[in-house]
T-cell receptor
Framework: SAVISQKPSRDICQRGTSLTIQCQVD?????MFWYRQQPGQSLTLIAT?????????ESGFVIDKFPISRPNLTFSTLTVSNMSPEDSSIYLC????????????FGPGTRLTVL | GENVEQHPSTLSVQEGDSAVIKCTYS??????FPWYKQELGKRPQLIID?????GEKKDQRIAVTLNKTAKHFSLHITETQPEDSAVYFC??????????FGAGTTVTVRA
């Protein structure tokens, strides 16, 4: 399986500010994904982060609100911009073993609370 | 896009009994179906998966079945134990590897 770490593990932020979440994978992978899990809910895909190209966003998510970087094959960041209390969620990144592109493993998540 | 429905939303079973969770999907092009277990405050953990060229897969006490014609797949947990208590999510993806998740099933195993 892929070993995935995220920073920070949790944060409490004021509305109107931005937070950047980091995701590190222990091997070079093609795809990294960012998901949101609102309290008591399922996981929703925000975007796919591909190295060397723009991230691909799902319906309902836009680059201005959730800019993503993918500077190399082991690292990605997600920024939650101009936060409001509705952005309070767990944000998870995921990736896959090199030889199994459809098998996703998740990072530990970042629990974000916006006041 | 893909729509995955999951039932039931909650499931309470006696220790030692079996638990079954069912999911249906809408996109006939879906070809990969993982199941995740999420304990409180933890990350989703992949517990078993099945690809569309297989009808059934088993790993110790858990098994998954797939019916492509009916577009549904199920998770079976036998001889349930208290540590099986968690939220279980089914998911589906096509060749773009994006996962669409079901709403989740909260399983409680009563001792």
């Amino acid at each position: 399986s892929a070993v995935i770490s995220q920073k920070p593990s949790r944060d409490i932020c004021q509305r109107g500010t931005s937070l950047t979440i980091q995701c590190q994978v222990d091997s070079q992978v093609t795809m990294m994904f960012w998901y949101r899990q609102q309290p008591g809910q399922s996981l929703t895909l925000i975007a796919t982060a591909n190295q060397g190209s723009e991230a691909t966003y799902e319906s309902g998510f836009v680059i201005d609100k959730f800019p993503i970087s993918r500077p190399n094959l082991t690292f990605s960041t997600l920024t939650v911009s101009n936060m409001s209390p509705e952005d309070s969620s767990i944000y998870l990144c995921s990736s896959h073993p090199v030889t199994l592109p459809d098998t996703q493993y998740f990072g530990p998540g970042t629990r974000l609370t916006v006041l | 896009g893909e729509n995955v429905e999951q039932h039931p939303s909650t499931l309470s079973v006696q220790e030692g009994d079996s638990a079954v969770i069912k999911c249906t999907y809408s996109d006939s092009a879906s070809n990969y179906f993982p199941w995740y277990k999420q304990e409180l405050g933890k990350r989703p953990q992949l517990i078993i998966d099945i690809r569309s060229n297989v009808g059934e897969k088993k790993d110790q006490r858990i098994a998954v079945t797939l019916n492509k014609t009916a577009k549904h797949f199920s998770l079976h947990i036998t001889e349930t134990q208290p540590e099986d208590s968690a939220v279980y999510f089914c998911a589906a993806s096509i060749d773009d590897y994006k996962l669409s998740f079901g709403a989740g099933t909260t399983v409680t195993v009563r001792a």
